[in-house]
Nanobody, 119 residues
Framework: EVQLVESGGGLVQAGGSLRLSCAAS????????IGWFRQAPGKEREEVSC????????YYADSVKGRFTMSSDNAKNTVYLQMNSLKPEDTAVYYC????????????WGQGTQVTVSS
């Protein structure tokens, strides 16, 4: 079964840090591009970061650039999102997703993990 499972969410004060994990199973992880998304109540889903399957390059939304870092451990089939200098506006449910290439649609999604940043 193709599956992504996120973990690592929680409650943190503004200025703090969290590291999210996305564990993949059922497919060859390093052949896929992986993205992190978030969705806050009443807002559209936002892609905050992704990593390319072809060259391992990472991309970030302007809203998180310089504060969030995405990395992968192919041996563990896991992708991480290190989130530093968190702000209340980072509060959202965070999802990871996979797609066969940077040019295709995401077709595997995790269940999400809640991140709440208090002021």
């Amino acid at each position: 079964e193709v599956q992504l499972v996120e973990s690592g969410g929680g409650l943190v004060q503004a200025g703090g840090s969290l590291r999210l994990s996305c564990a993949a199973s059922g497919f060859t992880f390093d052949d896929y591009a992986i993205g992190w998304f978030r969705q806050a109540p009443g807002k559209e889903r936002e892609e905050v970061s992704c990593i390319s399957e072809s060259d391992g390059l990472t991309y970030y939304a302007d809203s998180v650039k310089g504060r969030f870092t995405m990395s992968s451990d192919n041996a563990k089939n896991t992708v991480y999102l290190q989130m530093n200098s968190l702000k209340p506006e980072d509060t959202a449910v965070y999802y990871c997703a996979a797609r066969p290439s940077m040019k295709s649609a995401y077709d595997v999604w995790g269940q999400g993990t809640q991140v709440t940043v208090s002021s």
